[in-house]
């Protein structure tokens, strides 16, 4: 055979191999997280009663991570973190105050429009990118329409979920996560006013004193006062907080229940369909299982953990819906599927009527909130058939914060060499390439406050965690913080240690057993190794503005986002009005 003839199967060969390492090298992308999933929920980590086959599916066909950890105990900073590879503190996405989350959609505090988000590096790479689901990471800056932390601001192409959080509030008959703040600043202070208006009339009546009718009319009218605005609160807000978005676009205000999941799970499908020739980044972002719980038809009542467990395992259709859809149209091979929670289960949400509407986080205490093992250690399953091996277990500490580094190189982005990245990329361990995770130190933060320091020491098995204070759990003895609601992280809420609580996460997995100089020889040279790295990593912080600033935080009426002609009552059904268009 000529030479020349030789050199055409070896060039078609040459070119086949480019093209498999080319698709290999940029997959897509697809990173599903859910809302307060206890590591204890799914199958393929325990469970034993709720039914998820189709997350148990993932993890069969990939690896199962069994100490991945989130940046954060709470919704707000932990997806700061998953979105930039970054710890909370370094965006001012972490609260110095007692609330750590946003709770209203015309707040100006957000991700900063200078931080960079997986979505915006692999948008520069060509992909088309999408965030289905929840937001939470801020709206506005100055005006309505400047959209400054919007998910279109920082890197996806298209939005569609909703930009706050499902609180019990969105709900009507599901309760308030402001019970507490309307026991103090609603029903204390009229009952003050009620008392004091029956003591001055009573001492007008006996002729003790002499009240100016003055008085009586101010204090009645602080208190109607004080009860118009508690009633316009809440008239008004589930239609101003709980609304559905299509990039820009209010589509529904309030938002409906009604087979809510299913339409996340279609626009999700719809989007893969759209990209079946392009590279795509779907970041899927369940409301499921945060309060306020809801299931469709299909669903509710058929769990053994009530509404819980049916909202797991309608959350576990949706999932298997996505990965049918990329067998059909043959994308599984070349589709890195990305599965976690971004915290741990939230153990004190319980109904009025005694029932249990947080999840398991197995074996470890604590949970949503605090840095105990059960409000940070996740889920965390990673699936890419033509590349990772399936059925691997690994139980090398890693974060959702490795998300950022690993999809940036594999979409061929130059990490941003102008900041610190604290995510590592994962592709070593996931590929056997490597043995350890590149974490030797990470740093668990309860809001902005540094609160435990995990230490991987190499070539050592132990996993040593030191905490700086706990939260203090109430009632004593109970696994959370049950009076507050969740715990918090600073003054009479937490207990200071000096020196600090010890654990060996390897052996005491359940954090039980604190160890002393008496149990463990080395006991204050690992505090002094601890205390080293926490004080270089404390020097890496700059100051930057706080997102989360009393300013920042609350309602700001020229930042309300309304459907457009719908008047005062910010109330609209787009959704509705297209599907009968559509019929």
Request: charged share 20%.
């Amino acid at each position: 055979m000529p030479l020349r003839k030789m050199k055409i199967p070896f060039l078609l060969l040459f070119f086949l191999w480019e093209a498999e390492s080319h698709t290999a090298s940029r997959p897509n992308i697809i990173l599903v997280m859910a809302d307060d999933l206890g590591i204890g929920d799914p199958g393929c980590y325990g469970n034993k009663t709720l039914r998820t086959p189709n997350i148990d599916r993932l993890a069969s066909g990939g690896v199962k991570l069994t100490q991945h950890l989130a940046a954060s105990p709470l919704c707000t900073p932990s997806r700061a973190a998953f979105m930039t590879g970054r710890y909370p503190v370094r965006s001012g996405m972490a609260s110095w105050s007692r609330t750590g989350v946003f709770l209203f959609t015309a707040s100006s505090g957000g991700l900063p429009t200078n931080e960079i988000t997986f979505a915006k590096l692999l948008k520069d790479q060509g992909y088309s990118t999408a965030l289905i689901g929840k937001w939470h990471l801020g709206m506005s800056c100055h005006s309505k329409t400047d959209f400054c932390h919007h998910p279109l601001h920082h890197g996806f192409n298209y939005f569609y979920g909703i930009s706050l959080t499902n609180l019990r509030d969105c709900k009507p008959g599901e309760g308030s996560v402001f019970t507490t703040a309307f026991k103090r600043l609603v029903f204390i202070p009229l009952q003050i006013i009620g008392v004091t208006l029956l003591t001055f009339a009573a001492l007008n009546c006996l002729g003790l004193l002499r009240v100016p009718l003055g008085i009586f009319f101010s204090l009645l009218f602080l208190a109607a006062l004080i009860l118009t605005l508690f009633l316009g609160f809440l008239h008004y807000f589930r239609p101003l907080n709980c609304f559905m978005m299509r990039n820009y676009e209010i589509i529904q205000q309030p938002m409906s229940y009604d087979n809510l999941t299913q339409r996340l799970t279609v626009e999700a499908a719809q989007f893969i369909q759209r990209n079946t020739e392009t590279p795509f980044l779907l970041v899927l972002s369940y409301l499921h299982v945060h309060t306020a719980l809801f299931s469709s038809k299909d669903f509710a009542g058929k769990s053994k953990h009530g509404v819980y467990g049916d909202a797991v395992e309608e959350m576990d259709w949706s999932v298997g819906q996505i990965l049918n859809l990329l067998d059909e149209l043959r994308l599984a091979n070349d589709t890195l599927i990305y599965f976690t929670s971004d915290q741990g289960a939230h153990v004190e949400e319980v109904s009025s009527k005694g029932e249990i509407h947080g999840g398991s986080n197995g074996i470890y205490k604590g949970g949503k909130a605090n840095n105990w093992e059960g409000g940070i250690r996740v889920p965390g399953i990673l699936r890419w058939p033509r590349v990772i091996q399936a059925g691997q277990k690994i139980d090398e500490p890693t974060s959702n914060m490795d998300i950022f580094p690993t999809v940036a190189k594999l979409a061929g982005a130059p990490l941003p060499e102008d900041r610190i990245i604290d995510g590592r990329d994962l592709m070593p361990l996931l590929e056997g390439k490597s043995q350890r995770s590149d974490h030797e130190f990470l740093f668990h933060y309860c809001n902005a406050y540094l609160n435990a320091v995990r230490w991987h020491p190499q070539n050592s098995t132990s996993i040593w965690k030191a905490f700086f204070f706990t939260p203090n759990f109430n009632p004593v003895g109970s696994n959370g913080c049950f009076a507050t609601h969740v715990c918090f992280c600073f003054g009479s809420y937490v207990t200071h240690h000096d020196p600090p609580l010890l654990f060996d996460i390897s052996k005491d997995p359940r954090e039980r057993n604190p160890l002393t100089p008496a149990t463990e020889p080395r006991f204050y040279e690992i505090l002094k190794v601890i205390q080293e790295a926490a004080d270089r990593h404390t020097q890496t912080l700059p100051e930057v503005p706080n997102q989360f600033s009393w300013d920042n935080f609350l309602w700001k009426p020229w930042l309300q986002l309304c459907c457009p002609s719908s008047g005062l009552s910010c109330q609209c059904d787009r959704e509705k009005q297209d599907k009968r268009l559509s019929h």
